[in-house]
């Protein structure tokens, strides 16, 4: 038996390989529904923005959106897929009361975008090219509460015909960190594409994962457990970490994994199975009847193709040969558009010096992204702007202040959005760089401690930093570091 | 082709169907002869004939653009619902 307890690793699983796919849902950033011309927007009160069509009234007539149908093709061509150039839509058919139609529209056989594929990068340092077997495009059901309701639930079909885009992977990956690590290129793609807003919170940007494991070297798949709607990057590893033990331990006792779909609960951090849809797996698809097939002509899918932005790989490509960043900072940095343009507005104003886009790089990815992660703000929210920092690192290219000293700085800015140059005269933060000024505060240091001069002097090397310190609390932090070691060290060898 | 009297109870699931025992075997049997009459059509060739989505053929799906064209109308719509409370529609409890 496998110790559940135990952190997964390649050798947790031992023997065992585990084979996973995703399949995710990104609810496309349109301004009204996939057939209808109800609003999307998030929150509004119950039902406000569900009509006839979506209530699934007797008679209506789903038209398809045009914005949809682009922005399926623009994620299409950023991924390498093929368009089709006839889609059809079909139906669905299960029963749920927040699906007011009995049917969900969704795409069976001719799906809109096949056969694409996305590049992750792993923790090695190496790069795995995940296959992508179709996406689709399908209306979202409702949503179902259950508190304050004794013995029934309360039905909110706002979010029924949102358009999604289901996005499935082959099973190409295989740990639980491969599969967050798909997850998290793709939710940075859709965002620079803006086809949708990835918040995983209000449930934008959702995912099911398919996990299985088989003995290593076997060519079959094992059966599969399908894990519903986690929805964060931690959960997703967590959850699929659990199912992997799970199944394992079932195998080696000897017995079979069911296929069926299971819920992670995050609060017991375990899967169980659900309840329902077990026996609906039969969803008797068919042609929907009511929406003709969807013919995308060569011409338009080049309009789109016009409008790629640069995408992940080629901005961290870009910035690694432009800015002599390490691949790996390059991919941090353009981990979002917001953040990569932040970045290089930060850089432009530091045009001309050799090492602004390295520091700029540092205190990008460093306090200011700790800083946004700190205080769960959005980038926009920041106080300090791309300028304002850019201010900050100027003064310790040209050792106004010291990079320690800068970090108080920053703080400060960070809290009332002031300028670093307001921060550094009001609080007297300016580098001491006098060289009299420095060697008076060497001379006083060394007076005060001539034990500690006597024991280096006679070989005691480690003191070095001691009287550096020491130096460097008789001046508030302020001496420049560089000529402090210079002056320290003619000083203490005289 | 037969259908078993499982094949029916199945498909009465499904539909959500509650069909009682005296009526089961009527429609095993009813539902097997409107197979058996549509499975003459396995005798038609059809190697090589694209399978129609839609019998409009050659005709193409008519896009709308994006615009917000709905304004609320709930309460109307509640209006016929069977019970309604905050706005939600109220049904028998479904957990998960």
Redesign the interface.
Known sequence: MTDTATPMNAAATGDWEVVIGLEIHAQLA???KIF????TEYGA????????VD?GYPGVLP???????RMAVKFGLATGATIASTS?FARK?Y???DLPKGYQISQYE?PIVERGSLEILLEDGTHKVVGITRAHLEEDAGK???EG?L???????NRAGTPLLEIVSEPDMRSAKEAVSYLKKMHTLVRYLEICDGNMQEGSFRCDANVSVRRRGAEKFGTRCEIKNVNSFRYVEKAINYEVLRQIDVLEGGGTIRQETR?YDSAKDETRP???KE??N?Y?YF?D?D?????IAADFIDSVRATLPELPDQKAARFAAQYGLQIYDAGVLTASRELANYYEAVVQKLAGDALGAKLAANWVMGDFSGFLNRDGLELAAAKVSAESLAGLLIRIIDQTISGKIAKDVFEQMWADGSDADVVIEAKGLRQITDTTEIEQAIDNVMAANSNQLNDYRSGKDKLFGFFVGQVMKATGGKANPAQLNELLKKKLSA | MSLTRKDVE?IA??A?LEISEAQLPVYVESLSKILSFVEQLNAAQTTGVEPM??P?AG????????????Q???VK??ANAV?V????????????
């Open positions: 349109t301004r009204s209808s011309g109800s609003a009160s119950p039902n406000s923005q569900a009509n006839l209530l038209v398809l959106n045009a914005e949809a149908v059809v058919n029963f749920y009361p001719r179902s509460m259950h309701l013995n029934s639930s309360g039905i909110d079909l819920l659900m309840r329902s026996e609906a039969d008797r042609p009847p929406l003709l097939p969807v013919v | 199945g699931h499904l959500r989505a839609h409009l005709e193409a799906q008519r896009l709308r653009p994006d615009e917000v064209t709905e609320d109308q709930h719509y509640q019970s409370a905050a706005g939600l529609y109220v049904v028998p409890k479904v957990i998960e």
